[in-house]
């Protein structure tokens, strides 16, 4: 069982016993969760660097924050902690140059929830984990759900790299979108992934985009005003119709929390109200099971085609599929990584 896990000690341990100056590349919020392990594991950490337009001889967590070319000058050989998230392949191939150089760790932690990916969590639910990689559609799925999984586990941003895809494959070999389908975007956010699907689509019968944060809402209005037949809500995607606490940060990671504002949640069932859909995407920012159960009869009775994002939560790379496949269990299974580090963009596609 879990023969695929081929990395048994997890970053944080190997960097606990690093005989090498440990410098952390980033500031911010991800570097803030880096230090509370650092903290947790007793990892000492040499300071910190930031890219050269950043750095403007200011101090983060008490450390003087360097450019990684002072460094050079001074260290012979140190080991580099990534905290922050490459999107883009401009600064994804800045990194893969800097890992030519230096050691390069991009520690996995959780964008919603708690606790850390390691090896004992994967003995921890070994048979659900084991049971996903088996009911995997294809070759390629089960080699980045292994290379996904090791790197949660070690950091090594070469798992990433060799089991990156184009999202354009996915729309033209998993999805196929067809002209005659309702589209719902669960997660809008300006408007971005709605005109990607359109792109892919060309045609469609209608869409249907919630985004629960007000500012990123207006942007969504703003951006698909001259789109053909698109409802728009300013929700949460939930499990049922109420209201909820939710935490708008005017971006991406904008989550449901205890301590955020009462918003209003839908669910899809309760929106479509007994209509088709032909695809769903989640990107929920760790909400996505609860969205699941809010779809389930619409998953059950109709089978659209399904787009869930896999990496907000630790649980999120076997408990989704899990919670699908006991919904509905005649749906095939695929999980792609686009071009993202850390783990981000590793998605599910059920079909």
């Excluded at 390691?118 to 990689?133: G, K």
Aim: with cysteine; hydrophobic share 35%; proline share 3%.
């Amino acid at each position: 069982m879990l023969d695929f896990i081929k990395e048994k000690v997890s970053c944080w341990e190997n960097l606990k016993h690093e005989k090498r100056p440990v410098f952390i590349y980033g500031m911010g919020d991800g570097a803030l969760k880096i230090m509370y392990v650092f903290n947790k594991y007793k990892i000492p950490v040499a300071g910190f660097f930031a890219s050269d337009e950043f750095v403007r001889g200011h101090e983060f967590c008490g450390h003087l924050v360097h450019k990684l070319s002072e460094l050079e000058e001074k260290i012979e050989d140190f080991v580099i902690v990534l905290a922050f998230a490459a999107g883009y392949q401009s600064l994804y191939e800045k990194i893969k140059n800097i890992a030519k150089k230096h050691t390069v760790i991009a520690p996995d932690v959780p964008v919603a929830g708690d606790g850390l990916f390691t090896y004992e969590y994967c003995l921890e639910n070994a048979a659900e984990i084991q049971q996903v990689y088996d009911m995997l559609a294809d070759d390629d799925s089960k080699k980045v759900f292994a290379d996904v999984m090791n790197f949660k586990i070690s950091g090594k941003i070469e798992y990433l790299d060799r089991c990156t895809s184009e999202k354009s494959s996915v729309y033209n070999d998993i999805i196929r979108p067809s002209s005659d389908e309702t589209y719902i975007d669960l997660g809008a956010y300006n408007g971005d992934t709605v005109s990607e699907f359109i792109s892919y689509a060309k045609d469609y019968k209608k869409i249907i985009a919630l985004e629960p944060d007000s500012k990123n809402f207006k942007k969504l209005v703003r951006n698909t005003e001259n789109f053909s037949n698109i409802e728009t809500h300013n929700a949460v995607a939930w499990n049922c119709d109420t209201c909820i606490p939710f935490d708008s940060r005017n971006g991406r990671q904008s989550s449901v929390k205890k301590s955020g504002v009462l918003s209003q949640a839908r669910s899809v069932d309760s929106i479509l109200d007994g209509s088709e859909a032909g695809i769903i995407k989640m990107d929920i920012e760790g909400a996505e099971y609860q969205a699941i159960k809010g779809a389930e009869n619409t998953i059950r009775r109709h089978s659209p085609k399904l787009m869930i994002s896999l990496y907000h939560r630790n649980e999120d790379m076997f408990k989704l599929p899990l919670l699908i496949h006991s919904i509905n269990p005649d749906y095939k299974f695929f999980i792609r990584h686009q071009l993202y580090i850390p783990a981000w963009e590793t998605n599910l596609y059920c079909i």
